[in-house]
C-alpha cells in the first residue's frame, strides 16, 4: 500500500493498534489543516449527545454535535459545502470550507436555507504541534487516505464510516472491521 503524506483534506484512519483511545478509537478524521507547524482536523465519526439548540439556544435546530477531538471541547468549531451562503469562510479541499461567519450561519438555520448534509458542528478539534503526527503515523496509529468523497462526506454513515474504511483498506484490516468496539466484549 502506498503511503501518502498529510495533506489538508486527506482523511486520518485510526489504526486497529490504538483500540482503547478514548479520543480516537475507530476514528476517521479530516485534516483541515497541515503545515509545517502542526495539523487540525476533525472526527467525523463521533456524533455527541447534544444538538445545536443544547449549545446555542437561540438557534432552535436540531442539527447534531460531533466531537472533533480532544482540544479545546468548549468550543465549537463547523465546516461545510456552502461558501457561498457563508463568507469568510477558508477552503479545506473538495469542496469543503471551515469556518466564516457564526451569525450568518444562525440567520440560515433560522430561515432553512441550509441543511445538515450541507454543515457540520464540532465541539473542540483534533491537533497536533509540528513533529507530533509525523511521529503517530510512524507508531502506525494511522492510516492516510485521500476523501474521495469530497464535499459528499457529510452524507456518510457515521456508524459505518471507519468499518467501510476498515473493508477498503484490505487484507488483515478486514478482520479488525468485525472486531468488537472494546475487545474486552469479546
Do not use: C
Request: no cysteine.
Amino acid at each position: 500500500m502506498i503511503s501518502l503524506q498529510p495533506s489538508k483534506g486527506h482523511l486520518l484512519i485510526a489504526e486497529p493498534s490504538i483500540i482503547g483511545d478514548v479520543s480516537f478509537n475507530r476514528s476517521v478524521v479530516l485534516l483541515a489543516d497541515h503545515s509545517e507547524q502542526g495539523s487540525i482536523g476533525f472526527i467525523m465519526n463521533k456524533p455527541l449527545e447534544y444538538f445545536l439548540a443544547d449549545l446555542v439556544p437561540e438557534i432552535d435546530s436540531e442539527f447534531k454535535i460531533y466531537n472533533g477531538g480532544p482540544v479545546e471541547q468548549d468550543n465549537l468549531y463547523f465546516i461545510h459545502k456552502v461558501p457561498n451562503l457563508i463568507p469568510n469562510s477558508v477552503e479545506i479541499s473538495g469542496g469543503i470550507y471551515w469556518g466564516g461567519d457564526f451569525t450568518v450561519v444562525s440567520e440560515l438555520i433560522a430561515e432553512n436555507k441550509i441543511t445538515p448534509n450541507e454543515i457540520r458542528f464540532f465541539l473542540g478539534y483534533s491537533g497536533w504541534d509540528s513533529e507530533q503526527l509525523n511521529q503517530e503515523l510512524e507508531a502506525n496509529s494511522w492510516v492516510i487516505v485521500k476523501n474521495d468523497y469530497k464535499k459528499n462526506i457529510f452524507i456518510k454513515s457515521y456508524d459505518t464510516f471507519w468499518k467501510e474504511k476498515m473493508i477498503e483498506l484490505g487484507g488483515d484490516y478486514i478482520l479488525w472491521s468485525n472486531a468488537p468496539e472494546n475487545p474486552t466484549y469479546n
